[in-house]
Nanobody, 127 residues
Framework: QVQLVESGGGLVQHGGSLSVSCAAS????????MGWFRQAPGKEREFVAS????????YYQDSVKGRFTVSRDNAKKMVYLQMNSLTSEDTAVYYC????????????????????WGQGTQVTVSS
């Protein structure tokens, strides 16, 4: 069992930056591939980024490549999402998720493969 708690959301201006964090507790954090998803009002939840167990491999949705950076600190049981050049299209509730997977270089981009989810944190980009 893994418990996930996101933090760091808020209101930011168009073109600004924001970092959201996810704290994990419970079983060995480094056993899990971590992912970030988001859900905007009236839209389905969508994949944003994933990071492998070791942190050596990352994968991003095309719309955030070059603007968002996912990272993790296994010693602190934390995963981060640094978001730059934000636009109104990035407004959403952001969720972190954990997927148990073998191997150090695997990433996961399908929501159904994630076993544990946080409660989400709101990110609002004003125009």
């Amino acid at each position: 069992q893994v418990q996930l708690v996101e933090s760091g959301g808020g209101l930011v201006q168009h073109g600004g930056s924001l970092s959201v964090s996810c704290a994990a507790s419970g079983r060995t954090f480094s056993d899990y591939v971590m992912g970030w998803f988001r859900q905007a009002p009236g839209k389905e939840r969508e994949f944003v980024a994933s990071i492998s167990r070791s942190g050596m491999t990352t994968y991003y949705q095309d719309s955030v490549k070059g603007r968002f950076t996912v990272s993790r600190d296994n010693a602190k049981k934390m995963v981060y999402l640094q978001m730059n050049s934000l636009t109104s299209e990035d407004t959403a509730v952001y969720y972190c998720a954990a997927a148990p997977r073998p191997g150090d270089s695997v990433v996961v981009f399908t929501a159904g493969e994630y076993a544990y989810w946080g409660q989400g944190t709101q990110v609002t980009v004003s125009s």
